[in-house]
């Protein structure tokens, strides 16, 4: 997407083929800035700081990273180590489990020359799908806001919650491609953006991504939504997914569930937007069975910003001592999910509406 009239995505390959870069995300929005990766050590390091975040774009880091490991030692050894270490950065994306078993079953029966072009190849196509995928969950989604826009006859108001913008994935994303589809086919539309406490995707990454492509959009702090819903000032909720269960629960950014709660009680449409990449064809009950990544608790009593010599700084924000937890993600039963857009369309979440638009998927009992 566009970022200073250019277009980036997140995460590619530098001239010499081999180093991976990707877009430092933990200074955005103040510095925009490119860092490289050369090891898997590396890659896991960016995933487990968020110098990348959001389920896809972690997906295709870690599947980057096994390239990076096996560059140097192409042996069986080398590529165990590699999954074991990524996979165990972030435990709540499915993203990262399914881009490191796709690695793992096209590599493993490789002989050790032939493994590491085939491991930047298959990174790459990776990357690619998930561009695809997200540029479809755009042309779909964007139905949504169009007939809003023709019911209501001016902009859309839509809601999102963290990060499910490009910044999450390769380019286009998963919520925000809808809006960025209907931006370009000309249909108004407006995003309120939660902040997302606390580590704020919605304020810096978010607003910072909308900005950059000229999309209006106000900011919100996290407690407002359920009042712009009462007051008729959303027309629809869009967010994105970490993991979707066969049974369409959907585990997303904490604080998602009670926007969910809020659009069922005032009437609003809540879509969540995900490439099938996010679905744990093998899980059913998303809210007893999804793991919960527990983030440090100085997230929540310290916040970063930029302070008045334009420098980054951490600043404490809690009383001093505070005991606080910080769960990362939050699930929000299929009942309260209007509907899953995906690559192949919108389905309702539920079981038989995801094995009608994924036949071949064996999907989860209850
Ligand atoms: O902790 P993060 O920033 O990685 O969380 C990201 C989200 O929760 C996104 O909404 C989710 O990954 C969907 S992104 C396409």
Same mark, same amino acid.
């Given at each position: 997407?566009?970022?200073?009239?250019?277009?980036?995505?997140?995460?590619?390959?530098?001239?010499?083929?081999?180093?991976?870069?990707?877009?430092?995300?933990?200074?955005?929005?103040?510095?925009?800035?490119?860092?490289?990766?050369?090891?898997?050590?590396?890659?896991?390091?960016?995933?487990?700081?968020?110098?990348?975040?959001?389920?896809?774009?972690?997906?295709?880091?870690?599947?980057?990273?096994?390239?990076?490991?096996?560059?140097?030692?192409?042996?069986?050894?080398?590529?165990?180590?590699?999954?074991?270490?990524?996979?165990?950065?972030?435990?709540?994306?499915?993203?990262?489990?399914?881009?490191?078993?796709?690695?793992?079953?096209?590599?493993?029966?490789?002989?050790?020359?032939?493994?590491?072009?085939?491991?930047?190849?298959?990174?790459?196509?990776?990357?690619?799908?998930?561009?695809?995928?997200?540029?479809?969950?755009?042309?779909?989604?964007?139905?949504?806001?169009?007939?809003?826009?023709?019911?209501?006859?001016?902009?859309?108001?839509?809601?999102?919650?963290?990060?499910?913008?490009?910044?999450?994935?390769?380019?286009?994303?998963?919520? $925000? @491609?809808? &809006?960025?589809? /209907?931006?370009?086919?000309?249909?108004? =539309?407006?995003?309120?953006? !939660?902040? *997302?406490?606390? %580590?704020?995707?919605?304020?810096?990454?978010?607003?910072?991504?909308?900005?950059?492509?000229?999309?209006?959009?106000?900011?919100?702090?996290?407690?407002?939504?359920?009042?712009?819903?009462?007051?008729?000032?959303?027309?629809?909720?869009?967010?994105?997914?970490?993991?979707?269960?066969?049974?369409?629960?959907?585990?997303?950014?904490?604080?998602?569930?009670?926007?969910?709660?809020?659009?069922?009680?005032?009437?609003?449409?809540?879509?969540?937007?995900?490439?099938?990449?996010?679905?744990?064809?093998?899980?059913?009950?998303?809210?007893?069975?999804?793991?919960?990544?527990?983030?440090?608790?100085?997230?929540?009593?310290?916040?970063?910003?930029?302070?008045?010599?334009?420098? $980054? @700084?951490? &600043?404490?924000? /809690?009383?001093?001592?505070?005991?606080? =937890?910080?769960?990362?993600? !939050?699930? *929000?039963?299929? %009942?309260?999910?209007?509907?899953?857009?995906?690559?192949?369309?919108?389905?309702?979440?539920?079981?038989?509406?995801?094995?009608?638009?994924?036949?071949?998927?064996?999907?989860?009992?209850?």
């Amino acid at each position: 997407m566009r970022v200073n009239g250019e277009w980036r995505r997140t995460i590619g390959l530098d001239g010499d083929g081999w180093t991976v870069l990707v877009i430092d995300q933990t200074r955005l929005p103040f510095v925009f800035e490119q860092v490289a990766l050369r090891s898997a050590e590396d890659a896991a390091e960016a995933i487990r700081r968020m110098v990348v975040r959001g389920a896809p774009l972690i997906g295709v880091t870690a599947a980057y990273g096994v390239a990076l490991a096996l560059r140097r030692d192409a042996r069986d050894v080398t590529l165990d180590e590699a999954i074991m270490l990524l996979g165990a950065t972030r435990p709540t994306a499915i993203n990262l489990r399914w881009a490191l078993e796709r690695m793992d079953r096209v590599l493993r029966p490789l002989s050790p020359p032939e493994r590491v072009g085939r491991a930047y190849a298959e990174a790459a196509a990776i990357a690619e799908e998930d561009v695809a995928c997200c540029s479809a969950i755009g042309r779909h989604g964007r139905v949504l806001i169009e007939e809003l826009a023709l019911a209501h006859g001016r902009p859309v108001q839509v809601l999102t919650h963290c990060n499910a913008g490009w910044l999450a994935c390769v380019d286009w994303g998963t919520a $925000l @491609a809808p &809006v960025y589809a /209907a931006h370009e086919a000309g249909i108004p =539309v407006h995003v309120w953006v !939660d902040e *997302t406490r606390p %580590r704020n995707q919605g304020a810096a990454l978010t607003a910072f991504e909308l900005g950059a492509h000229g999309i209006p959009y106000t900011l919100v702090a996290d407690n407002a939504g359920g009042h712009l819903m009462q007051r008729r000032q959303v027309d629809l909720c869009l967010v994105g997914s970490d993991r979707t269960t066969a049974s369409g629960d959907v585990a997303n950014k904490i604080g998602t569930y009670l926007k969910a709660l809020a659009a069922l009680d005032n009437g609003i449409p809540f879509y969540v937007a995900l490439p099938s990449s996010t679905i744990d064809w093998s899980m059913g009950d998303g809210v007893h069975a999804i793991p919960i990544e527990e983030r440090s608790p100085r997230e929540v009593t310290h916040i970063v910003g930029r302070d008045v010599d334009g420098l $980054l @700084a951490e &600043v404490e924000i /809690a009383a001093p001592g505070s005991h606080a =937890v910080n769960p990362a993600f !939050d699930v *929000t039963p299929a %009942r309260l999910v209007t509907g899953l857009v995906t690559e192949r369309g919108i389905t309702a979440a539920t079981r038989e509406g995801l094995r009608a638009l994924y036949p071949g998927q064996a999907g989860a009992t209850p």
